[in-house]
C-alpha cells in the first residue's frame, strides 16, 4: 500500500527560530503533495498545495514567506516553518496521491506536532 | 458561504449497534465525496469514495451513500466494535482545484 513518511512527528522549538518539517512517499512517486493544518477538534485546513518542480500554490490567508514549501522531487516535500511564534503551534499533516485521478483518495502522514515556546 | 458540516458531538454507541454519521454540505457540487477514519495523533485513513452518481457504497462493514439533492453523505457502521471508535472526516473536491476539503468530523465512540 502507499506510505507517506511525515518527520518529526513532534518538535518543539522557540520562538524566532524555524522549523522544517519533511514528507515522503516512500513506495510510490507524489507530483502533487498537500499540507494541511488542524486544530484542536477542528477539520483539517489545507495550506497549500506543493507540485514537483514548481513553485507551491497556497490558499488564501496562508502566508507564503512564513510557511516555505520545497517540492525537490517526486519523493520529498518540505514544509518550513520560518520565525516561528506560538501562534504557529498546530499539528500539520501531508499528503499525497497515488494515482493520477483527482478522485484518488490521499494518503496521509502522521502528523508533525510542532510546539513553539 | 461554502461549508462542511459534521456532527460536533461525540456520538456513543453500544458495541454490535450500526452507527450514522452524517455528512452535509452548502454551496458546494461535489463530483465525489470520500471518508476517512482519524485515530488521535495520526493522519486520516481512507476508507471509502462515492461518486455523484452513485446512490450507495458499501465496503465490508461501512456503508455510504449520498444524496445530492440533500446535499448529505451518511456514513454507516453495522456490528460496530470498539476497535471502530475514531474520528470520522468527510471529505469532498472542490470543483476541478485538485484538492480536498474537510470537514470537522465526528468522534465516534463504541462501548462494549
Known amino acids: 500500500g502507499a506510505v507517506v513518511s511525515q518527520h518529526p512527528s513532534r518538535v518543539i522549538c522557540k520562538s524566532g527560530t524555524s522549523v522544517k518539517i519533511e514528507c515522503r512517499s516512500l513506495d510510490f512517486q507524489a507530483t502533487t503533495m498537500f499540507w494541511y493544518r488542524q486544530f484542536p477538534k477542528k477539520s483539517l485546513m489545507l495550506m497549500a498545495t506543493?507540485?514537483?518542480?514548481?513553485?507551491?500554490?497556497?490558499e488564501q490567508g496562508v502566508e507564503k514567506d512564513k510557511f516555505l514549501i520545497n517540492h525537490a522531487s517526486l519523493t520529498l516535500s518540505t514544509l518550513t516553518v520560518t520565525s516561528a511564534h506560538p501562534e504557529d503551534s498546530s499539528f500539520y499533516i501531508c499528503?499525497?496521491?497515488?494515482?493520477?485521478?483527482?478522485?484518488?483518495?490521499?494518503?496521509f502522514g502522521n502528523g508533525t506536532r510542532l510546539t513553539v515556546t | 458561504s461554502q461549508k462542511i458540516e459534521q456532527n460536533s458531538e461525540a456520538l456513543n454507541i453500544q458495541e454490535g449497534k450500526t452507527a450514522t454519521l452524517t455528512c452535509n454540505y452548502t454551496?458546494?457540487?461535489?463530483?465525489?465525496l470520500q471518508w476517512y477514519r482519524q485515530d488521535p495523533g495520526r493522519g486520516p485513513v481512507f476508507l471509502l469514495l462515492i461518486r455523484e452518481n452513485e446512490k450507495e457504497k458499501r465496503k465490508e462493514r461501512l456503508k455510504v451513500t449520498f444524496d445530492t439533492t440533500l446535499k448529505q453523505s451518511l456514513f454507516h457502521i453495522t456490528a460496530s466494535q470498539p476497535a471502530d471508535s475514531a474520528t470520522y472526516l468527510c471529505?469532498?473536491?472542490?470543483?476541478?482545484?485538485?484538492?480536498?476539503?474537510f470537514g470537522a468530523g465526528t468522534r465516534l465512540a463504541v462501548h462494549p
Open positions: 454551496n458546494y457540487s461535489p463530483a465525489y
Open positions: 499528503s499525497a496521491r497515488m494515482g493520477q485521478g483527482e478522485e484518488s483518495p490521499l494518503h
Open positions: 471529505a469532498l473536491d472542490e470543483g476541478g482545484y485538485n484538492k480536498l476539503i
Open positions: 506543493s507540485n514537483e518542480g514548481s513553485k507551491a500554490t497556497y
